[in-house]
C-alpha cells in the first residue's frame, strides 16, 4: 500500500513564502525611507494620505469631543448657577436698604425742615426659597421653606428685588405660608410718592391692585409711584408696593377707582426676603406723681 503524501496539493499554494514577504516589505520600506531622507521626494505623497486620514481621524475622535464638550458644558451650568444664586442672594440682602431711596429722596426736602428726626428702622432679615403655590385655586399664596425653626412669625412682611410680595400669615415647623398683595383678603397701607397722599391698596385676586378710598379730585397720576407709608405697624415706610395703571373718576361718585399693578414679582418663583418684625412701639410715659385728679368736696372759705 502506497504511503499517504501528507503535502498539501499544488492547488492552494499561493505566492512566495510569508519569510520572502516579510523580507522583500522590509527592504522596500528602508529604500523609502532612505530616499525620502536623501532627496524629499515623498512629501506629495505624504500630504495627500494625510488629506485622505485626516476625516478618519476627526470622525474617530468625535466621541472624545462630545464628551469633553459635555462635561464642560455641565461644569458651565453649575458655576453659572451658583453664580446667579448668590448674585440673587447678594441683590436680595442690599434689596431692603436699595428699594427706599427713591423714597427717602422725596422726603428728604421735608426732613431738612426739622428740627428733630428720629432715625428709621433698619429692615434686616432671612432669604428663603418659595418651594410651591398654596392649593386654594382662589387665593393667592406661596410656601416657603424657613418656618419656626428659622425664627418666623406670622405678620412678616415678603420682599424680592423689586418691592413687598406679601406678608407672613401662617407658620409651620419647616415651612411658612406667605399671602400675595394680590389676594382678595390682604391690604397694605401705602402712600403715594409724588403727591404725599395716604391710602390703602388691596389686591383684587387676578393679579392685579386697586387703591380704593381716594377721592375723586385726589392728586393721582397714572405711573405714580406707591410705596408702604408704614401706618399699619407691620410694613416699613418707603418699600415700593406698585404702580398706578388706570384712573376712573366719575362724579356720581365720591370715590375714584383707581388700578395699579405690584412692582415685585408676586406671580414669579424664586427667592424672596422675609424681614423682621418691627419693633415695638415705645410704652407710654408712666402717669407724674401728684396729679390725680381730686375727687374730693370742695373746701367752704374759712372752713376747718
Do not use: C
Not at 415647623?173 to 391690604?187: G, R, V
Amino acid at each position: 500500500m502506497a504511503g499517504i503524501d501528507h503535502a498539501p496539493p499544488p492547488f492552494f499554494k499561493r505566492g512566495p513564502a510569508p519569510l520572502a514577504l516579510l523580507t522583500f516589505y522590509l527592504a522596500v520600506s528602508l529604500a523609502l525611507f532612505v530616499v525620502d531622507l536623501r532627496m524629499q521626494s515623498l512629501g506629495l505623497l505624504r500630504q495627500t494620505v494625510a488629506l485622505i486620514v485626516d476625516p478618519v481621524q476627526r470622525v474617530a475622535q468625535t466621541p472624545g469631543s462630545l464628551v469633553d464638550h459635555a462635561v464642560a458644558y455641565l461644569r458651565g451650568l453649575h458655576d453659572l448657577r451658583e453664580d446667579n444664586n448668590r448674585l440673587k442672594q447678594a441683590q436680595l440682602l442690599t434689596a431692603p436698604n436699595l428699594q427706599r431711596l427713591e423714597h427717602l429722596e422725596a422726603e428728604n426736602e421735608r426732613l431738612r425742615r426739622l428740627m428733630a428726626v428720629k432715625d428709621r428702622e433698619k429692615a434686616s432679615g432671612q432669604v428663603a426659597q418659595i418651594m410651591y403655590t398654596a392649593r386654594d385655586p382662589f387665593s393667592r399664596r406661596v410656601v416657603i421653606d424657613k418656618g419656626q425653626q428659622s425664627g418666623i412669625v406670622a405678620g412678616q412682611p415678603a420682599i424680592d428685588e423689586a418691592g413687598i410680595v406679601g406678608q407672613v400669615t401662617r407658620v409651620f415647623p419647616f415651612s411658612s405660608e406667605i399671602t400675595l398683595i394680590t389676594d382678595k383678603d390682604q391690604a397694605v397701607p401705602v402712600q403715594v410718592v409724588r403727591s404725599g397722599l395716604r391710602s390703602v391698596v388691596f389686591g383684587l385676586g387676578n393679579g392685579q391692585l386697586e387703591l380704593r378710598y381716594i377721592p375723586a379730585n385726589a392728586d393721582v397720576q397714572i405711573g405714580d409711584l406707591l410705596v408702604t407709608s408704614g401706618l399699619d405697624g407691620i410694613f416699613l415706610p418707603g418699600f415700593p408696593v406698585a404702580k398706578v395703571t388706570g384712573i376712573e373718576r366719575d362724579n356720581a361718585f365720591a370715590f375714584a377707582r383707581i388700578s395699579a399693578l405690584p412692582l415685585a414679582g408676586v406671580e414669579n418663583f424664586g427667592e424672596i426676603m422675609v424681614l423682621s418684625p418691627r419693633a415695638e412701639l415705645p410704652p407710654p410715659p408712666p402717669e407724674a406723681p401728684g396729679r390725680r385728679a381730686n375727687t374730693g368736696a370742695p373746701r367752704k372759705p374759712g372752713g376747718k
